[in-house]
């Protein structure tokens, strides 16, 4: 009998450091009824995957195909309504923890998870935006309200949704204050539009109200729980806090009493969405908007399936601004 089609994936056998994730050569999976098979060109790479990496993600069995999210073409679209050779980006839903993810060359996702479009953009490129276009449109429509003309401060501004939440914020016509630990990459921010690029020193609320003595409307919180209280503190009576990230790899209040710990009249709440959070037409339109130079994503790093142990250990040492982006071996440079 004949061997089955294999493709070229990375597995994570245990909990460790960048080097724990080893390429292998899998079958080539087949869809469940209600799935279909994605022909994977690119995916972004996230800190979900680096928690993962870590042992830090809830409910995950090893050895597991890491990857969040993925950009590709149907290769079966297995009864569903879609079509073989379908351009769709595949995201969340369990993708990389309850079942094998965008790290290969092939991967069987839901049909629910799949969202459809159409672009003659480079796969490098719409490699960066799934997961990091539904979080940063979540976060500021369910998680903000964010209208025209408020203010609004991202912690955590040169991670690539922070680049995306100010490209955003900016088409709304918000005025946008965003921070980075690193003072090489102040201009880096200007350059994408921040009206106010701040270093995190630990002291941004003094830094935020030193331009508005009454502080701003909005928040995004991507560092995690250490900055959150001095986020907070950046706020007007009114304004509101979304925790989205945790670049810090801290997500938990200890101790959490609400009136020691909230500002007076500030809100905090939160966002973590799913495919469906990201409507195809939303989608579609960014992608445009992309295609006709009127939003800029911010920089990313590509990187070939042999290379994400790399990858990750460059996430790990700060080194690389904006996304980071696998791309397979069906994918030109």
Same mark, same amino acid.
């Given at each position: 009998?004949?061997?089955?089609?294999?493709?070229?994936?990375?597995?994570?056998?245990?909990?460790?450091?960048? $080097?724990?994730?080893?390429?292998?050569?899998?079958?080539?999976? $087949?869809?469940?009824?209600?799935?279909?098979?994605?022909?994977?060109?690119? !995916? *972004?790479?996230?800190?979900?995957?680096?928690?993962?990496?870590?042992?830090?993600?809830?409910?995950?069995?090893?050895?597991?195909?890491?990857?969040?999210?993925?950009? *590709?073409?149907?290769?079966?679209?297995?009864?569903?309504?879609?079509?073989?050779?379908?351009?769709?980006?595949?995201?969340?839903?369990?993708? @990389?923890?309850?079942?094998?993810?965008?790290?290969? $060359?092939?991967?069987?996702?839901?049909?629910?998870?799949?969202?459809?479009?159409?672009?003659?953009?480079?796969?490098?490129?719409?490699?960066?935006?799934?997961?990091?276009?539904?979080?940063?449109?979540?976060? /500021?429509?369910?998680? /903000?309200?964010?209208?025209?003309?408020?203010?609004?401060?991202?912690? @955590?501004?040169?991670?690539?949704?922070? !680049?995306?939440?100010?490209?955003?914020?900016?088409?709304? *016509?918000?005025?946008?204050?965003?921070?980075?630990?690193?003072?090489?990459?102040?201009?880096?921010?200007?350059?994408?539009?921040?009206?106010?690029?701040?270093?995190?020193?630990?002291?941004?609320?003094?830094?935020?109200?030193?331009? !508005?003595?009454?502080?701003?409307?909005?928040?995004?919180? /991507?560092?995690?729980?250490?900055?959150?209280?001095?986020?907070?503190?950046?706020?007007?009576?009114?304004?509101?806090?979304?925790?989205?990230?945790?670049?810090?790899?801290?997500?938990?209040?200890?101790?959490?009493?609400?009136?020691?710990?909230?500002?007076?009249?500030?809100?905090?709440?939160?966002?973590?969405?799913?495919?469906?959070?990201?409507?195809?037409?939303?989608?579609?339109?960014?992608?445009?908007?992309?295609?006709?130079?009127?939003?800029?994503?911010?920089?990313?790093?590509?990187?070939?399936?042999?290379?994400?142990?790399?990858?990750?250990?460059?996430?790990?040492?700060?080194?690389?601004?904006?996304?980071?982006?696998?791309?397979?071996?069906?994918?030109?440079?």
């Amino acid at each position: 009998m004949a061997k089955p089609p294999t493709m070229r994936a990375i597995v994570l056998h245990r909990p460790g450091s960048p $080097e724990n994730l080893e390429i292998e050569d899998l079958p080539i999976p $087949e869809p469940l009824p209600g799935w279909v098979r994605i022909a994977v060109r690119s !995916f *972004g790479l996230n800190r979900s995957e680096v928690h993962l990496r870590l042992g830090l993600a809830d409910n995950v069995t090893l050895p597991r195909v890491p990857g969040i999210e993925a950009v *590709g073409v149907i290769d079966d679209a297995n009864g569903t309504d879609l079509a073989e050779g379908q351009q769709v980006a595949a995201l969340m839903g369990g993708m @990389g923890r309850a079942f094998d993810g965008g790290y290969a $060359e092939y991967t069987v996702v839901p049909r629910q998870s799949v969202v459809p479009f159409q672009s003659n953009l480079p796969w490098s490129v719409l490699g960066q935006v799934p997961e990091t276009l539904q979080t940063a449109y979540g976060s /500021l429509t369910t998680g /903000l309200d964010l209208q025209p003309g408020d203010t609004l401060l991202i912690r @955590g501004g040169t991670s690539s949704l922070g !680049f995306a939440i100010a490209a955003l914020a900016r088409d709304l *016509g918000a005025t946008v204050l965003a921070t980075t630990r690193r003072r090489d990459r102040l201009d880096l921010l200007a350059e994408r539009g921040v009206d106010h690029p701040l270093i995190d020193d630990g002291h941004v609320a003094e830094q935020v109200r030193s331009h !508005f003595p009454d502080g701003i409307d909005a928040g995004v919180e /991507l560092v995690g729980t250490p900055t959150l209280p001095d986020t907070l503190a950046a706020m007007k009576v009114h304004g509101t806090v979304c925790f989205v990230g945790m670049l810090s790899n801290e997500w938990i209040v200890k101790d959490f009493y609400p009136i020691d710990y909230l500002p007076n009249g500030v809100r905090l709440s939160a966002y973590g969405g799913e495919a469906d959070d990201l409507p195809a037409p939303v989608l579609q339109r960014f992608l445009d908007r992309i295609a006709d130079g009127s939003i800029d994503l911010g920089p990313a790093t590509t990187y070939r399936l042999a290379d994400i142990p790399k990858a990750h250990a460059d996430i790990d040492a700060n080194r690389v601004a904006g996304k980071l982006v696998g791309l397979t071996a069906e994918v030109n440079e």
